[in-house]
């Protein structure tokens, strides 16, 4: 599994100044965590997004601030400005390493459905997470289901389909449907691809009409 690090420092500016440190680069952000005093720290912007989005809230990381000890953290909110989509806010937290959590890890598809690739339906995915409890260190970073065994028209995986690691337990359902074919998909597709070609057809025919009338009317006045 790859492990994933972030620099920060401690943050002085809040409130309202910390507007400064985005116009700067940087992002506000907060630890906090078991038995401990919530810390107030800023980060490189860039670094966080990408790590955001690489290890999501699944995944540790090691957090080393200027000054102090670094520390297992995991990602609990990252806060986007809603118009210009720049990170602005990111929460941090500490788990006790020795003490289970709950966590909801994506589910990831892959593979080729041959219901899909025979036309008989679209791959639907009903369910983008699933909720586990683990110690922070055997977290999965995510769940794959292959969708490959997807043959009939009816076919489904559920919760129970995935393949759970050593050490992490379900919680979700194992009856709980995460992919399944949906055959009215295709259907809308081929109504919308029929609706289409008779638009099509009808400017045609259309188009035909206004030509032959205007090569008529080019006739009588010659």
Request: aromatic fraction near 4%; glycine fraction near 6%.
């Amino acid at each position: 599994m790859a492990t994933y690090a972030l620099d920060a420092r401690p943050r002085t500016l809040t409130g309202r100044h910390a507007a400064q440190l985005r116009r700067e680069g940087a992002v506000p952000a907060v630890i906090y965590g078991h038995q401990q005093d919530s810390m107030a720290i800023q980060a490189d912007v860039k670094s966080v997004e990408r790590l955001w989005h690489r290890a999501g809230k699944t995944t540790l990381i090691d957090l080393t601030v200027e000054g102090h000890e670094p520390r297992k953290v995991l990602f609990r909110e990252v806060q986007y400005h809603p118009r210009s989509g720049q990170c602005i806010h990111a929460d941090f937290f500490a788990p006790n390493l020795r003490v289970k959590t709950i966590a909801d890890v994506p589910v990831v598809l892959h593979g080729e459905a041959p219901a899909e690739a025979q036309k008989l339906g679209q791959v639907l995915q009903t369910a983008s997470t699933v909720r586990v409890e683990s110690l922070p260190t055997d977290l999965p970073h995510q769940l794959v289901l292959d969708v490959s065994v997807l043959v009939d028209a009816d076919a489904m995986l559920t919760a129970g389909d995935l393949v759970i690691p050593a050490g992490v337990t379900l919680l979700t359902d194992v009856a709980e449907v995460l992919v399944k074919i949906s055959v009215k998909r295709v259907r809308d597709v081929e109504e919308e691809e029929a609706e289409a070609a008779e638009a099509a057809a009808e400017a045609g025919e259309a188009a035909a009409g206004e030509a032959a009338a205007a090569t008529g009317g080019d006739q009588e006045s010659s």
